[in-house]
T-cell receptor, first 114, second 115 residues
Framework: DGGITQSPKYLFRKEGQNVTLSCEQN?????MYWYRQDPGQGLRLIYY???????QKGDIAEGYSVSREKKESFPLTVTSAQKNPTAFYLC?????????????FGQGTRLTVV | KQEVTQIPAALSVPEGENLVLNCSFT??????LQWFRQDPGKGLTSLLL?????REQTSGRLNASLDKSSGRSTLYIAASQPGDSATYLC??????????????FGQGTILTVHP
C-alpha cells in the first residue's frame, strides 16, 4: 500500500539526549514536511524539503535538524537544544507545489521527555 | 505571514444535523486549500482539496467552498453521524516568496455528534 510511515509511534527521551524520528514515503513525492502539534496550538512547521539534498527551516526550526539523502526518507532529529520537545510530531509529503497538489500525512510520533 | 482562523472552536450537535465549519485566512495568494480530519492521537486524513480557481468541491456528504478574494472557506457536512466526530482542520497552501508551498493550519474545530 502507498503511504507515509512514521516510526516509532511512541518515543521517550531523557534530558540531554538526541532522538531521531523516522519518516518514509512510497508515494514518489518530491516534497516532505515535518510539523509539531501541541494541544491548543494547531500544527506548526519545523522543516520542509522540496527536493533531495535540500531543505528549509520552517517556523520553529530551533533545536531540530533534518537530512534528505533519499527521496523516500526525511528523518527528524530532536536535539538536546530543544527545551520543550514533548509533543506530537507529524510528517507529510506531496508532489511539488501546484494547484492540484495534495498533502498526505503519516500517523504521527508522540515524543515524551522523561 | 499567513494566519488561519477556524470558527467555531468546538461544536456539539445531535445526529442528523447539517453543519457548517468556517475557515478564514489572511493571504489570498494560495495554490489551494485542504480540509483535513484528525481523530484523537492519529494523523491527518485529507477530506477535500479545492484549487484556487475552483469555487467548491464535493465528496459524499461533504461540500467545501472557497472564496479566495475574501479569504474564506466553508465545510458543509450533511446529515451528520456519530462517526463524523473528530477535529477538522483547514490549511491553505501559499504561493508567496519563501513560504512557497507551505501549508498553514488553523487550530481546528472539534466536532462531537451524539446519537
Amino acid at each position: 500500500d502507498g503511504g507515509i510511515t512514521q516510526s516509532p509511534k511512541y518515543l521517550f527521551r531523557k534530558e540531554g539526549q538526541n532522538v531521531t524520528l523516522s519518516c518514509e514515503q512510497n508515494l514518489n513525492h518530491d516534497a516532505m514536511y515535518w510539523y509539531r502539534q501541541d494541544p491548543g496550538q494547531g500544527l506548526r512547521l519545523i522543516y520542509y524539503s522540496q527536493i533531495v539534498n535540500d531543505f528549509q527551516k520552517g517556523d520553529i526550526a530551533e533545536g531540530y535538524s533534518v537530512s534528505r539523502e533519499k527521496k523516500e526518507s526525511f528523518p527528524l532529529t530532536v536535539t538536546s537544544a530543544q527545551k520543550n520537545p514533548t509533543a506530537f510530531y507529524l510528517c507529510a509529503s506531496s508532489h511539488r507545489q501546484g494547484p492540484h497538489t495534495e498533502a498526505f500525512f503519516g500517523q504521527g510520533t508522540r515524543l515524551t521527555v522523561v | 505571514k499567513q494566519e488561519v482562523t477556524q470558527i467555531p472552536a468546538a461544536l456539539s450537535v445531535p445526529e442528523g444535523e447539517n453543519l457548517v465549519l468556517n475557515c478564514s485566512f489572511t493571504d489570498s495568494a494560495i495554490y489551494n486549500l485542504q480540509w483535513f480530519r484528525q481523530d484523537p492521537g492519529k494523523g491527518l486524513t485529507s477530506l477535500l482539496l479545492i484549487q484556487s480557481s475552483q469555487r467548491e468541491q464535493t465528496s459524499g456528504r461533504l461540500n467545501a467552498s472557497l472564496d479566495k478574494s475574501s479569504g474564506r472557506s466553508t465545510l458543509y457536512i450533511a446529515a451528520s453521524q456519530p462517526g463524523d466526530s473528530a477535529t477538522y482542520l483547514c490549511a491553505p497552501s501559499v504561493i508567496r516568496g519563501t513560504s512557497y508551498g507551505k501549508l498553514t493550519f488553523g487550530q481546528g474545530t472539534i466536532l462531537t455528534v451524539h446519537p
